[in-house]
């Protein structure tokens, strides 16, 4: 238990103008006693209220003005301190605030407001569970249908808090009162067996009564008599189909549209492959007309550029015959004779021409042969093209015939199949309606035999060995404590129906208060010894309130039973719960002061008197 579980550490109330109270513990055994009214069991329920109890504590007056109360502890999982923080204020009491800090340092602290509700979705009790390894989920809350609860943390507070009342009561400490009704509560009994055996009990799912049970089945019967009825009319409305057709006869006839269906389908694809293959060579030969047309364009505008070339060339050599004509005249300054510089090639240059222009003329003639081989190859190419074209149409004509046949013949595939569905589903139809009478006639005599059913589940209880155990240790306890002598004869034993331990062969209902108080206490105390024995859950600390505090009559008759606990009980009590808490922690409130060497505790002596030390848990 050193690694989960929870280690108290401050116990602090705030208010406005208000000095605080505070209460300080540490592992092992904390003492806090001295006179009567001075706090200690306010203090005690201060604790037990910010720990989840639902009732805001019974305030004293002179704590009237506090507003707040702070509960401080280590969260010995994780090793983190932890505040729980909780008003009490009634609008406010329903929310609990979780620091992640130590009071010290609320103020920078990460906080998560927690619900006192275990309902809730963000709740207290699943944060607390956590820190003590606890996995439960539920517990048994009626024996007498198996109805089950939420096993929460409140849950582990009844067996690790015992208040003034509850500490000397006759009924096992494990019950929350003294009466034979409390003696009889299922849950607690139940809790007590999760917390020692470490199961807990299923979820209890709600069963239910004979006539919820009838009426469900009546509504399922009128539900299918509903769908037999649909059934029946299909079937009466389909019956002409099954007596018109034979189902054999429509399957071979669907077959056979079939296999047309694929035969057409395989022409078809022939003929689009065969035109596949035209339009290709249909492309192609469109390209070499395009080819052609274009080289033609081009030769015929060469051709108009030697015709061009050739006119030229006369409009030179008629220029000729022009210059001539012109007379040799002289130099209107000079009177010099005027020559041409060029006479003397005149004749070379027109022999020139002359030659040029028949090149250009042979040229023309050949050029205007390869015009004509174009126009001829262009006529030929056209006619081919126009028949390619025409052969394509022929195969787009037959490709649309044999579409349309094979349209037929799909629609009176489609019509067969119609059919043949129809009659499925007549057959389905009927097959169904057998199935759902023969339901029909399972529910009613379901009907006939449902009975009440007994939900009763009883209370889990503890083996054998186990309560040898567990009853060992509380013997040890009441040895150590001088209760009882140290001898082979004295026995405790478990008594199942109580739920409680027999001493030497007595009920503790036979016992006073004060012996009452201490046997509980060995109660609540073997509890969490055997959890850490067994290192099963439990939070790792325990609080009793008054275990050694008696109460006197003022006049007792002479047969009147001793109440009052030994000073030899009380002394080995301190002394045997300051070595027992080494490996965990125990808070005492009480009257009774430990004895003055009783060392190694924490011990707070409130005196009462407002002139003498610490009065109480609120300060002056």
Not at 9 to 36: C, M, P, Y
Not at 168 to 178: E, F, W
Not at 300 to 317: A, G, Q
Not at 489 to 499: D, G, L, P, S, W
Request: aromatic share 8%; charged share 30%; with cysteine.
């Amino acid at each position: 238990m050193e690694h989960f579980g929870m280690e108290l550490r401050k116990l602090l109330l705030q208010g406005k103008n208000k000095k605080d109270a505070i209460l300080t513990f540490e592992k092992g055994l904390n003492v806090i006693a001295g006179a009567s009214d001075t706090g200690k069991s306010f203090a005690y329920e201060c604790i037990n209220y910010v720990l989840g109890a639902t009732d805001i504590p019974e305030i004293p007056n002179e704590a009237k003005k506090y507003e707040w109360v702070l509960l401080e502890f280590i969260d010995k999982s994780v090793n983190q301190y932890v505040t729980l923080k909780r008003s009490f204020l009634e609008s406010e009491k329903n929310n609990i605030y979780y620091c992640y800090s130590n009071i010290d340092h609320l103020q920078t602290a990460k906080i998560e407001t927690l619900s006192n509700s275990s309902n809730s979705k963000n709740c207290l009790s699943s944060k607390l569970l956590g820190m003590c390894n606890c996995s439960y989920k539920n517990i048994l809350k009626k024996s007498s249908n198996g109805e089950t609860e939420s096993f929460t943390f409140r849950k582990f507070v009844y067996l690790v808090m015992i208040n003034e009342t509850r500490i000397v009561q006759k009924n096992a400490p494990i019950y929350l009162g003294d009466t034979k009704r409390d003696k009889k509560s299922t849950k607690e009994a139940a809790s007590f067996f999760t917390v020692l055996s470490g199961l807990d009990y299923q979820k209890y799912i709600k069963q239910e009564s004979i006539e919820s049970k009838k009426a469900h089945l009546r509504g399922a019967i009128e539900e299918l008599s509903l769908i037999c009825d649909e059934l029946q009319k299909q079937i009466e409305d389909d019956r002409g189909i099954l007596n018109e057709c034979n189902l054999q006869q429509v399957v071979e006839i669907i077959s056979s549209l079939e296999k047309i269906i694929k035969q057409q389908h395989s022409i078809i694809e022939d003929i689009e492959s065969q035109q596949q293959r035209r339009l290709i060579a249909f492309n192609i030969k469109l390209k070499d007309r395009s080819r052609i047309r274009e080289n033609l364009s081009k030769f015929i505008l060469l051709k108009k550029n030697y015709k061009s070339d050739i006119d030229r060339l006369e409009f030179i050599e008629q220029s000729k015959d022009y210059v001539g004509q012109l007379i040799d005249v002289r130099c209107p300054v000079c009177q010099t004779q005027m020559k041409s510089p060029v006479d003397n090639n005149k004749e070379l240059y027109y022999i020139a021409i002359d030659k040029e222009k028949a090149k250009l003329k042979m040229h023309l003639v050949d050029l205007q042969e390869t015009i004509d081989d174009l126009g001829n190859e262009l006529s030929e190419i056209n006619q081919v093209i126009d028949g390619e074209q025409e052969k394509i149409k022929s195969f787009e004509r037959e490709i649309e015939q044999k579409t349309k046949e094979v349209s037929k013949v799909l629609s009176e595939h489609e019509y067969y199949q119609k059919i043949r569905d129809r009659v499925q589903i007549v057959e389905n139809n009927k097959s169904k309606l057998a199935q759902k009478k023969k339901r029909i006639q399972e529910l009613n005599e379901k009907i006939d035999n449902t009975k009440a059913t007994s939900n009763k589940v009883d209370i889990k209880r503890l083996s054998e060995e186990l309560m040898i155990v567990f009853c060992d240790l509380i013997k040890e306890l009441l040895e150590d404590w001088n209760f009882i002598e140290k001898i082979t004869q004295n026995t405790v034993e478990f008594n199942k129906k109580a739920n409680d331990i027999i001493i030497n062969g007595k009920t503790k209902a036979t016992f006073g208060k004060g012996a009452r108080a201490i046997i509980n206490s060995s109660f609540i105390i073997a509890i969490m010894q055997y959890c850490i024995q067994y290192n099963l859950s439990h939070p790792g600390f325990v609080v009793l309130d008054s275990p050694l505090t008696t109460y006197k009559e003022k006049d007792r008759k002479n047969n009147e039973k001793n109440e009052e606990v030994s000073k030899s009980v009380k002394k080995s009590f301190f002394f045997s719960m300051k070595e027992l808490s080494n490996k965990c922690q125990v808070i005492i409130f009480d009257n009774e002061i430990p004895p003055d060497d009783l060392e190694g505790i924490n011990y707070h002596h409130f005196t009462g008197n407002i002139n003498i030390e610490r009065t109480g848990f609120i300060p002056n």
